[in-house]
């Protein structure tokens, strides 16, 4: 997944760590949180006014320890489906040697201002279709059996 999509650099804060001496887990997802932020900032810049947003699920697999560095992680970001209402992010977390730490893949929904699921407009659906990736390579997907 790495080979594809948009990179953001993000620094850690001291703060993010925990009593293990690693980034706390809960600091990995608001990682992918920020990252999604930036993605929007940057694929839609003004014409995102007027689009309204749900996250509906996120799923993330912590795959190696990231432990706190003064240089920036780096999270890859793409789309990895599209459907009526939604579409899905997908996420790469690298530390800075470019260890994958953690995958992702967040689940979001056109609203209405009404707070109803919405068609994706054409303009957003074009500007997603060109920043599609490939599917995020979890281990093991919920519901799979040994």
């Not at 999604?36 to 006014?49: S, T």
């Not at 699920?57 to 890859?76: A, F, G, K």
Request: hydrophobic share 40%; glycine share 8%.
């Amino acid at each position: 997944m790495s080979d594809s999509g948009d990179v953001f650099e993000i620094h850690l804060r001291w703060g993010d760590m925990d009593a293990l001496g690693h980034i706390n887990n809960v600091q990995i997802a608001r990682l992918f949180e920020q990252a999604r932020v930036e993605c929007f900032n940057r694929w839609f810049g003004n014409a995102r006014r007027g689009i309204h947003l749900l996250v509906a699920r996120q799923e993330i697999e912590y795959v190696s320890i990231l432990h706190y560095s003064t240089d920036p992680v780096r999270i890859v970001c793409s789309i990895s489906a599209v459907g009526r209402s939604s579409f899905e992010f997908g996420y790469e977390l690298l530390d800075p040697k470019g260890t994958v730490c953690a995958l992702a893949e967040t689940t979001v929904v056109i609203m209405t201002a009404e707070g109803k699921p919405a068609p994706i407009p054409d303009e957003v659906r074009t500007i997603l279709a060109d920043h599609r990736g490939g599917p995020v390579p979890f281990r093991r997907r919920r519901g799979a059996t040994d």
